[in-house]
Structure formats: C-alpha cells, structure tokens
C-alpha cells in the first residue's frame, strides 16, 4: 500500500478568495469558522500557504495602506487560481481516509457554500475512485494469508465502505444540492 500523501489547504483558501478579496488574517478567520471542526491550520502555515499560491500565480496582491497601522496584504484570486479551484473541487479526494476527511468534507462544503452545480457528477467520480480502492483492497486480502494484515486491511475497507454510504446518503436527496446544513452547534 502506498504512504499517504499529505492534504494541502491551498486549494481550500483558493476556494475563499473565490467569495472575494481578504487578506490574511481574515482568511485564516474565515476558514477557521467554516471548516475548522474538519480541517485546521495554524495562522503561521496559512500565510505560508497564500505566499506559495501567489508565488504559483493563483492569486495576486494588493498592498492596502492603513493610517496609523502596518499596511496589509489583501489577496484575489486570478483567473488561473479559479480554474485550479474548479479542477481541484471536481476531483475526487484520494480514497485514503485522511484525505476523505479533509478533502471530500472541503468539496462538500464549497459545493453547497457556492451554490455550485455537478454534485451528482462528482460524486459519481468519488465513488468510482472508491470503488478502485475497494477493488485494490480485496486484491491485497486475496494475496495475503497474514491474519494481522487481513485484519489491517479488512478495517480499511470497511473505512471506504462507511465513506461510501454516507456520501449516497449525503447526494441521493439531491444531486445539485448538498443536503446538510452548516450548523455552528455541532
């Protein structure tokens, strides 16, 4: 089985700016607010990451002045951050669990938050790419009389198989619209 690869946040602070300009700290705010239960990332990363996005020329900078403060940087996306945001949002997460949480959460919630139309496309590409993994899974188990990795891989497979039950449940009510309501109570 191949390590995991670690979630980058970039495309998710892509998916801010597409709300319109902020700059830093009201970014990490905003992200903090609306996906924090699933994602964190600390204020020192998150400038980290919005320097490396205007760096790959997905965002641009505006250097606002403040009377009596230190000037601040205000971002926007560019047009090149808006079709890498449209392609990441498109494209299933890496059915490894910790990309599921982060990542498919993160879709969701643009999807619903933008009112964006194609969730029943992508979640059909998520479930495809789901499918691939289970398939992957079973072909290890059949490979293996190692009763300890059987064990290993029978739990990543009933990890996919929740995955996928929940996604059904979250897009069968309706395929342009995510069911579920932002609730700051949870």
Not at 11 to 24: D, F
Request: aromatic share 10%.
């Amino acid at each position: 089985m191949p390590r995991e690869e670690i979630a980058s946040p970039e495309p998710v602070l892509l998916g801010l700016l597409i709300e319109g300009p902020a700059h830093p700290y009201e970014l990490y705010r905003r992200f903090d607010r609306e996906l924090g239960r699933v994602w964190r990332v600390g204020q020192s990363h998150l400038y980290a990451y919005l320097k490396h996005i205007e760096a790959e020329g997905f965002a641009s900078v505006e250097v606002e002045e403040q009377e009596g403060r230190p000037d601040r940087n205000v971002y926007s996306i560019t047009s090149s951050g808006r079709r890498r945001f449209e392609a990441w949002l498109r494209e299933p997460s890496k059915p490894q669990v910790r990309k599921l949480r982060l990542e498919l959460l993160a879709r969701l919630y643009f999807f619903r938050a933008l009112a964006l139309p194609g969730l029943g496309e992508f979640a059909a590409a998520q479930g495809a790419a789901l499918d691939e993994r289970l398939a992957s899974i079973d072909s290890a188990m059949g490979e293996t009389s190692d009763e300890y990795w059987r064990s290993v891989l029978d739990f990543r497979k009933s990890e996919i198989e929740a995955v996928m039950a929940w996604l059904g449940r979250c897009t069968d009510a309706n395929h342009d619209k995510v069911p579920l309501e932002a609730s700051h109570d949870a």
